[in-house]
């Protein structure tokens, strides 16, 4: 078992947020957790009040706006209902995390806006945000939001092209194309579907973190 004076792993934050959730009882979660690690009820009480859990999201808000120091966003093009659409994606290299994914069917200004000051309000803006510098919108709303804005090099393109090609990779088994039965459907399925990866793949990454201290420990 991991020790007392070790810093709680970020993994078992959520999971025991997961508990509390499932039997709504913080003493009853704090037991459960006694297996991995000892932490009591306030503990957890504490994680849920700097947790964002909003849109499906569990985000450490103290322990992300300390690490991320840049941000690339990129959009690209999928399709849904023989629609194409935009997919907005944030990308922080450093971690390598999606910390952020969004759908519209325009490009434009006001959309790029709303998308980075989504991120302000998750991250805070202590952080330069890069882009290819193919298109205004991404330094205009960077101005408005009073966001650093730079271009990126050649290297930082090659990471934001693999951040994409990832997530491409992850649709092919339905051909980028997201299935939609109603006419007036409002596409909030292929949002979730976004949402539920992003979850999965940042919760993947701190697993893999964790397992790796857990083994070390002797656990």
Partial sequence: MLSIRNRTPYILKIYAIYLYYSARSLRLASKCLEPLIKRSHVAIWKWLQYMDINNNLVI???REKRRIRC???????ITVKDEVYWLWVAYEPCTKKYLLMNISKDKTVFICYNFIKRLKKLYGSKYTIYTDGASY???QACKWLRIKHLVYDSNGKNIMERAIQYIKDRTECFDDYFQCNKDDCDKKHVKNWFKVFTVYFNVKI??????????YDGG
């Fill in 206 to 215: 701190d697993l893999s973190k964790f397992i790796r201290v857990f083994n």
């Fill in 137 to 139: 919108y991404y330094n």
């Fill in 71 to 77: 941000i690339m966003i990129d959009e690209t093009m």
């Fill in 60 to 62: 450490d808000r103290r």
